[in-house]
C-alpha cells in the first residue's frame, strides 16, 4: 500500500508553489524525505500528494551576505558540515550538521526539512536559535519572515501554513570577537537523536563577555533559551566558578519530562554537563577540536548537489503506470507500476537488482545504499518517483567496474526532464566521478588543519546511566518519539490521505522565555 497517491516532480518554485495552493492540507513538501517517509508511515503526518523539490533550482545556496549567512531550505546537512562559510561563520550550525545521522542520510536530509520537522531533538534548531536566525516562509499569496520563537509553536508545530514553503534561512554571522559551539548527548556516538544538545554563543571583550546566548534542545516542547544563566554570563570572566554556577542555571531553564529514552531528572543534569563542557571549551578556545578536517561525505567528486531540472512537472500517481524514466548502473531504464514504492523496492521488485538490500527499512542499517546522481544515500528512504531523470549505481554496477569501488560511468536518460545547464553535469557525461572517496575537495569544502576525528559534540568522559521511563501520561513533549529507530518500528504501514491520529503536542508544558 502507498504512503501517498499523488507524487509531482516541480522543476520550478513557482510551480511548487502552485501546486501547494492548489492541493492544500492534501499536500506536503519532500525533499530529502528522510524524516517524512517515516513519519507518513507511522501516522505521524498525513500527505496524500507530495511535492518534491529536491531538484529544483535555486534552493541550495549558502552565501554570505554582507554579515548574514543565508541558506537555501535544500541544503544538506553534509554541505552545511563542508562548507568554509558555514564553518567560519556559524560554527555550531556547521557541528550540529556533523551529528545528524550518517553519511548517507546527511547526503540527503536537508536544513529545511530538519526545521519544518520541528522535533525539540532535531540539532540544526538549536544553533540557529542561538545565532538569532529568522525563517522565510512563501506562498502564492506571499512571503513573510519570522524569528525562531515566533515559528516554532510546540512539539513538530510551526506557524506555516498549508500552502507556504520555507525558501531560506537567514542567521547573523558570527563575528570575530564572537565564538559558538555545539554540545550533544545521543544514547550512541553515530545514528542517535540527541537526548539533549545545547549552543553556546559568546561575544567576547577582552577577557569577558559582552553577550551570552545559550539555547536548549530535547528539554521542552521546543527550543529554549536559558535566560538567567546568559544574565550571569554577561560582565564575567569564563573561569570555572562562573561555568558551574551557569551550567547549574542553565539546568533550572530545562522543562523536561520522562521518555523511553531518559528520564527528566537525567535530561537536567546532562543540560548542567553539556554547557559546563561546552563554556569550557570556549574558555579554552578548544571549541573546534573534534571537528573533522576531512568529514566523510560520500559524493565522489560531485559538490553534493543534485543536477537540477527544467522542464514540465513531472506527475507519478501511485496507482497509475506513468514511466519512471532513469539510469540504473549505466542503461536507461523505463519502470512502470513502480510509483508508490521506495527507491529500495523499485530496484529489487521491478529491476532485480536484489544486492540492494532491505535491513531495517528506516534509513539505520544502510543495507539499502545506492548512489544517486552521484552521491551515496539510503534507497529505503527515496521514493522511487524521485529517481525520474535521476542515474542510479547499485551494488551490481559498481561489481561491473574495473575499478574496485569506482561505479560505471553515467549516461544521461532520454526525458522530457532535462537538467539546467552546468549543473546537470552527472548525465551525459563520461567521466567516473563516482569514486567512493572518505571525502574531497568540493569548492566549498573547508581548509582546515587535521585534527583528531571524534566527536566534540558528543560529551567526553564518564556519564551517569539514563533513567529513563514512559511517564505515566505516555510520551509528552520531550519525548517527542523520533521519527526513526525506536520500539514502533513494527507498526503497520498507513495509507495516503487515511485519517492520522491526533498529532503529540506537548505546547503550554514547557516555557519559552525571551532573553
Ligand atoms: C537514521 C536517521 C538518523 C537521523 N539522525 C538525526 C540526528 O541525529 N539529528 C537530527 O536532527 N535529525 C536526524 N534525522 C532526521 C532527518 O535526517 C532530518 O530531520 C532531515 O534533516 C530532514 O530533512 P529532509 O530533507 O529529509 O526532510 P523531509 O523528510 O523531506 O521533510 C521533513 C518535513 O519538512 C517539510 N519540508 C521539507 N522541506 C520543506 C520546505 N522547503 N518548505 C516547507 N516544508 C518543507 C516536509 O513537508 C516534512 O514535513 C535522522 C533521520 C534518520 C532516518
Ligand atoms: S538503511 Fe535502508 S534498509 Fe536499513
Partial sequence: MALWETYFTPTSLEEALRLLAEHGPRARVIAGGSDLLIELERGVRQAAVLIDVSRVAGLDGIALDGETLRLGPLVTHNRLVASGTVAGRAFPLAQAAWTVGGPAIRNRGTLGGNLITASPANDTITPLWALGATVTLRSVRGER???F?????????????ADEMLVEVRAPALTPDERGVFVKLGLRRALAI???NAAVV???SGQRVAQARIALGSVAPTIVRACEAEGVLVGAVLDPEVIERVADLAAQAAAPINDLRAGADYRRRMVAVLVRRALT???EGREREGFPAQPPLLWGRGDGRPPRLAGRT???TAEGDEPIECTVNGENRVVRGANGKSLLHMLRDDLGLTGTKEGCGEGECGACTVWLDGMAVLACLVPAPRAHGASIVTIEGLALTPTPLTPLPLSRPRLGLRGHRGAARNFGDRRP????????DGPDLPRRPPQRHGQLALPRGPLPRPSGGEAPGGPGPAADRPPHGGADRARP???????????VSGAGRGVRPRC
Fill in 202 to 204: 559568546l561575544r567576547f
Fill in 281 to 283: 571549551a570556549l574558555a
Fill in 493 to 503: 504501514r498507513r495509507q495516503a490521505g487515511a485519517a492520522a491520529p491526533p498529532a
Fill in 314 to 316: 513531472a506527475r507519478h
Fill in 194 to 196: 540527541s537526548l539533549v
Fill in 145 to 147: 519572515t519570522l524569528s
Fill in 149 to 161: 520563537p515566533d515559528f516554532y509553536q510546540g512539539v513538530r508545530r510551526v506557524d506555516m501554513a
Fill in 433 to 440: 566521478h563516482l569514486r567512493l572517496h572518505p571525502g574531497d
